[in-house]
């Protein structure tokens, strides 16, 4: 129960370090519905536990290889960009000659899901970090691989109870949420993206490194 304890308290907290794929779920809660935000929750939830069970078997070593490497970076900071250029137009298209968004609650739960799937798992850094962590873990404590299991099923179980959380409470709240801060979101977050994804793509091609 220990572990447990505190695996859940170190993914809370690593939580609050949001990123694109927090701003993305926002997104789909403000401007689609709650079913679609949390279908993106649950999609970066797979793709977490994913990584935390490649990390727990050392599969994250393989990410050393140069090779393997180059092509991962190549691969996710295209999609990246990609990703980032949707964001933009989807900021474009949205209408501020009135103060609220108009909502058309119109659905697509599974492109939602793939949409944050392909986002998620679009950054192998991650499991890099997840084998980091578990290692300073396993030293520190002295955890075997079960017990790391266990640490590693806690912290990701930190991501659909923060995320879900904050997709349902702003979905309560999109009614309130001006047009004009939700393009701003759609602007910074695609500008971050297209920037984030041209540095590492830069950085893969040319320096064999993320």
Request: net charge positive; proline share 2%.
């Amino acid at each position: 129960m220990k572990i447990f304890k505190n695996g859940l308290l170190t993914g809370l907290i690593l939580q609050f370090a949001v990123g694109p794929v927090f701003f993305f779920i926002a997104n789909l809660a403000l401007q689609k519905t709650l079913y679609d935000g949390l279908a993106g929750v649950t999609a970066v939830t797979l793709v977490d536990y994913l990584y935390i069970t490649l990390a727990v078997f050392g599969v994250g070593k393989l990410l050393e290889k140069r090779k393997i490497k180059k092509m991962f970076g190549i691969i996710s900071s295209i999609i990246l960009i990609l990703f980032g250029i949707i964001m933009l137009k989807s900021a474009a298209d949205i209408n501020i000659s009135s103060h609220f968004a108009v909502y058309t609650y119109q659905t697509d739960i599974l492109l939602s899901f793939i949409s944050v799937f392909f986002l998620t798992i679009s950054s192998p850094m991650t499991i890099v970090f997840w084998t980091g962590l578990f290692a300073t873990k396993a030293i520190e404590y002295n955890y075997s691989k079960r017990e790391l299991l266990i640490f590693g099923l806690a912290a990701g179980l930190a991501t659909p109870i923060f995320m879900g959380a904050s997709a349902i409470s702003l979905f309560l709240l999109k009614e309130s949420v001006p047009s004009i801060l939700i393009q701003i979101l759609n602007l910074t977050v695609g500008c971050l993206l297209v920037l984030y994804g041209g540095i590492r793509l830069k950085k893969s091609l040319y320096n064999d490194m993320w």
